[in-house]
């Protein structure tokens, strides 16, 4: 985390964790940029989300963070025929759902 801030890659927050996107869980540098190719669960996230330990909570943000990677690959690289087989295999389609 200290690399990625000191390189301005992430912008701390007041609570010892840092700036994500509530949605999706991609970084936000210090530009106020979302970068959806890095994301983060857990206590990094204080500040955004309420419950950052919690087990059942990391879980479905993980599965939502892996819905919208889905989904950004997909978009970026249309021929790749493993995002589809990725979009099966977490039991969803590639389309990001909230």
């Not at 992430?10 to 996107?21: H, Q």
């Not at 210090?30 to 204080?46: A, C, E, P």
């Not at 479905?60 to 589809?84: G, M, P």
């Amino acid at each position: 985390m200290h690399n990625l801030i000191a390189q301005g890659l992430a912008k701390p927050n007041l609570y010892r964790g840092v700036e994500v996107d509530f949605d999706s869980a991609a970084v936000i540098d210090k530009q106020n940029k979302i970068n959806y190719r890095i994301r983060l669960l857990g206590h990094n996230t204080s500040g955004v989300y309420y419950y950052t330990s919690s087990l059942e909570m990391i879980a479905k943000r993980a599965h939502l963070i892996a819905v919208h990677l889905t989904h950004f690959i997909k978009e970026n690289h249309e021929e790749n025929r493993l995002v589809d087989a990725a979009a099966d295999w977490i039991g969803g389609s590639a389309t990001p759902v909230n």
